[in-house]
């Protein structure tokens, strides 16, 4: 389906994290088959210029996106200058499992088949959240992603189908994600996107990626859908 020419639902939402809030952009495209949630690098958020691309791909595609702050406020301010919680991989996914508990209770939203499109040390977050939530999550995509950090046995416990997307001349993260790649069990790809570095700024480099992530979502959103 190609929303492009209808209109988008958009909407700022607040989601409980325990004791917390974290702050979110919902968009819903008309009759969108999807929804897919965004965990951010390191020292980034819900306004990140490269997720927002990719998030604005997704919803011409028809595809409902969510883009959130993983941190609070505070923990903003504070990461800002020791880097405490970027890093913390285990915070990180507790906040991905959070913001899905939350869709899981929103009645426009609850019966929503939902991916993960996850980058840099976020796309270690959501392979763990994958690897917990099951069946539950229908996908996940890194794109310039650290899978290697979510662990061996994550790794292979993980059911969603996985895609890796690497830039060609991101040297060292390639070599990482061919290791995560050979743990993971479930359906599984890696795309190297030529001439591209860690954060994609090349022309049509992170288009590219984009559109794997598209059709990745694409695919296995409508293969779950035509299964039930």
Known sequence: ?????????AREVRIPAGDAWLYGDLATPPGFAGLVLFAHGSGSGRHSARNRRVAQQLQQAGIATLLFDLL?????????????????????TRRMQDA?????????LRST???????STGSAAAIIAAARLGERIAAVV????????????????VTAPTLLIVGGADHGVIELNLQALQHLKCPKDLVIVPGATHLFDERGALDAAAGAAVDWFQHHMTAVEQAL
Not at 2 to 9: D, E, F, M, T
Not at 100 to 108: A, D, G, I, L
């Open 142 to 157: 890194s794109r310039g992603g650290r899978p290697d950090l979510a662990g061996p046995a994550v790794l292979a416990a």
């Open 1 to 9: 389906m190609n929303s492009a020419a209808q209109p988008l639902n």
């Open 100 to 108: 899905c508990e939350w869709v899981w209770t929103r009645p426009e």
């Open 113 to 119: 088949r939902i991916g993960y499109f996850g980058a």
């Open 72 to 92: 609070t406020i505070e923990e903003e301010r504070v990461d800002l200058h020791t880097r405490k919680h970027r890093f913390d991989i285990p915070l990180l």
